[in-house]
């Protein structure tokens, strides 16, 4: 079984900048796909970005394109995502996800594709 941890989330003024993390444990982090889901209430858990295992295959959402930046370590067991330029419609709950990959390029792009998730973590950006 796998676990993900986040940490990062908070408040920030709009145009601000956070860094979330999810730390994974229970499994051979290399071997697992990974993203960043949010869910603002009342809305459904919506993909914001997606990366492949090794890492070179990197999927986002076009509400995020060119202001959020997902990246992974695998030596650390770690996925990050860096959001940067933050709006207030960017306010949601925000969860890490994985799923087991064979695919080394395989980039989970929706929630029925993912095994695992974590706890989530919240952000809010006011204006």
């Known amino acids: 079984q796998v676990q993900l941890v986040e940490s990062g989330g908070g408040l920030v003024q709009a145009g601000g900048s956070l860094r979330l993390s999810c730390a994974a444990s229970?499994?051979?982090?290399?071997?697992?796909?990974a993203g960043w889901f949010r869910q603002a209430p009342g809305k459904e858990r919506d993909l914001v970005a997606g990366?492949?295992?090794?890492?070179?295959?990197?999927y986002y959402a076009n509400s995020v394109q060119g202001r959020f930046t997902i990246s992974r370590d695998n030596a650390k067991d770690t996925v990050y995502l860096q959001l940067n330029s933050m709006k207030p419609e960017d306010t949601a709950l925000y969860y890490c996800?994985?799923?087991?990959?064979?695919?080394?390029?395989?980039?989970?792009?929706?929630?029925?594709?993912?095994?695992?998730w974590g706890q989530g973590t919240q952000v809010t950006v006011s204006s």
């Open positions: 229970g499994r051979t982090f290399s071997n697992l796909a």
């Open positions: 996800a994985a799923r087991d990959s064979s695919g080394s390029y395989y980039v989970p792009v929706a929630s029925y594709e993912v095994n695992y």
């Open positions: 990366i492949s295992r090794n890492g070179v295959n990197v």
